[in-house]
């Protein structure tokens, strides 16, 4: 079992970039494949990025932030992060990360332990 909290979400202007962090519980973190997610109003939940639990750091990104966020890890501080750059305000969104055992997944439906969420707004 692995328990996760989102941190680093706010307001911030269009262009602009912050950085998300999810701590984990448990000392299996490194593990976990984690993934990050997010949900605006009124939408379904969407994939943005995940990165394998081990060995490589493989990673898989959704089209809309390739190349404008990055997602990482730290096994040694049980911390994925995710960092986003020229945010738009169609970024606005609750940012979840979540976790599961085995191989990259852009379902959301394929994790199985999920943080609480993080409130990411951008202003035009």
């Known amino acids: 079992q692995v328990q996760l909290v989102e941190s680093g979400g706010g307001l911030v202007q269009a262009g602009g970039s912050l950085g998300l962090s999810c701590a984990a519980s448990?000392?299996?973190?490194?593990?976990?494949?984690m993934g990050w997610f997010r949900q605006a109003p009124g939408k379904e939940r969407e994939f943005v990025a995940a990165?394998?639990?081990?060995?490589?750091?493989?990673?898989l990104y959704a089209d809309s932030v390739k190349g404008r966020f990055t997602i990482s890890r730290d096994n040694a501080e049980n911390t994925a992060y995710l960092q986003m750059n020229s945010l738009q305000p169609e970024d606005t969104a609750v940012y979840y990360c979540?976790?599961?055992?085995?191989?990259?997944?852009?379902?959301?439906?394929?994790?199985?332990?999920w943080g609480q969420g993080t409130q990411v707004i951008v202003s035009s």
């Open positions: 990165i394998i639990s081990r060995g490589g750091g493989n990673t």
């Open positions: 979540a976790a599961r055992i085995g191989q990259l997944f852009s379902y959301y439906y394929k994790y199985y332990h």
């Open positions: 448990g000392r299996t973190f490194s593990s976990y494949t």
